[in-house]
């Protein structure tokens, strides 16, 4: 399985026009944004597709989860057919993982398909939604049910786009960074512990080193298990089975992602230990690392401290990723390595290991 070409560094689009030739791609493209990154980096990008000999055609959606739409995604395809854009133009998406993620899906369908750029902007878009291929728009019944696998032909890593986003989304992307050490790579968990705030402060060269760390380790996953069969593609859900518990139970509102999944490792990390599979020491610096999370008014650790374990159970029983009602849960053998528990795993031990996380987060001796 080929997965994308990435690049990253700084100025990523220095040379764009050479580089779309070397991937076969024509210098016409249709440019996605949100309103946050067309003000931010849209003036900035044209100057340099002009430089570069391109053709193109600008489409800006509201930023928000919502764009992730088939209504939105119908009012672009009109624009783009209205612009006479033909199987012969890419889509170059510029934003956060909803760009990424509408933008990928249109370029899947359009046309029957056109090539998709995936710029990202996020920390969360650079190492994990801009990589592997998923691209999907929302139904009222769930995120992400209606999508593609779409590999984008080039993923353009900029981490200067970083500094104007807030801290609370860096924080957010930052649970997926660390997600990457504890499944894939102790040597880097280390390196994130200890440049856990180098790296939120963006400094270099650490952020860069993070970033890169990060999204290669998403890009090795996805090409060995694309289609996630083996079992390996799973791992990359680790803590996110409890995450997107919690996520529902904030009604997807009141709590970002990347801060429930924080969440969910905490709790993942507890489970790990409590059915034998992590030893004592792993867990604690496991946890170590992921104290250092901040996020504001500590509000989103007082949800969670607040809630009702059995009910967080029951919510994640209702997501979709369930498969007949049992829960999947990835586990760590050790830090540095995941693996998908394939056995059911009783009530009783989910609920304890949800009790376990929020006696960690009040701040009590939780072992
Ligand atoms: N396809 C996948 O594999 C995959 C994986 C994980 C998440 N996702 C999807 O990603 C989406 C979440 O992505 P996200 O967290 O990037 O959110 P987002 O795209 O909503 O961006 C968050 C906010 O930051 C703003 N923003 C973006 N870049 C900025 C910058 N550089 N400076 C200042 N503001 C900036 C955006 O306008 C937006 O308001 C969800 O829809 C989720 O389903 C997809
Ligand atoms: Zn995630």
Request: proline content about 3%; some cysteine.
């Amino acid at each position: 399985m080929d997965v994308s070409t990435i690049k990253v560094g700084t100025p990523v689009t220095a040379g764009l026009g050479k580089l779309f030739q070397t991937h076969g791609l024509s210098l016409k493209t249709v440019v996605l944004f949100d309103e946050h990154t067309r003000k931010l980096f849209g003036d900035a990008l044209f100057e340099t597709l002009r430089e570069e000999g391109f053709q193109w055609k600008e489409l800006v959606v509201p930023a928000r989860e919502a764009s992730k739409s088939f209504n939105a995604a119908y009012r672009l395809y009109s624009l783009m057919i209205e612009a006479d854009v033909d199987r012969s133009w890419n889509l170059l998406a510029c934003g956060g993982g909803v760009v990424g993620d509408l933008g990928g899906f249109i370029a899947a369908s359009y046309f029957r398909g056109i090539p998709v750029i995936q710029l990202p902007t996020t920390l969360l878009a650079m190492t994990d939604s801009s990589i592997g291929g998923k691209v999907a728009i929302n139904h009222p019944h769930g995120k992400n049910l209606i999508g593609f696998f779409h590999i984008p032909e080039l993923v353009l890593i900029d981490p200067a786009y970083l500094r104007t986003l807030p801290k609370r989304e860096i924080f957010g992307g930052m649970s997926e960074v660390v997600k990457y050490g504890f499944i894939a790579d102790e040597a880097f968990l280390s390196f994130l512990d200890s440049h856990f705030n180098d790296i939120v402060q963006l400094k270099e060269p650490f952020l860069t080193e993070a970033v890169r760390k990060s999204a290669d380790t998403k890009a090795d996953v996805v090409k060995k298990d694309f289609r996630e069969t083996t079992g390996l593609r799973a791992t990359l859900n680790f803590g996110h089975t409890f995450a997107h518990g919690l996520e529902k139970l904030a009604e997807y509102r009141h709590m970002r992602h990347g801060e429930a999944v924080s969440i969910g490792m905490v709790c993942a990390l507890f489970l790990s230990r409590n059915l034998g599979y992590l030893d004592q020491a792993s867990l604690e610096k496991g946890l170590s690392i992921l104290g250092r999370f901040r996020y504001p008014r500590g509000l989103v650790k007082r949800r969670f401290i607040e809630v009702d374990s059995s009910e967080l159970l029951e919510n994640m029983l209702s997501d979709k990723k369930k498969l007949d009602k049992k829960l999947r849960f990835v586990l760590l053998k050790k830090l540095g390595e995941a693996f998908l528990l394939e056995k059911n795993v009783e009530n009783e031990a989910v609920i304890q290991a949800i009790d376990n996380a929020k006696q960690f987060f009040k701040g009590k001796n939780p072992y």
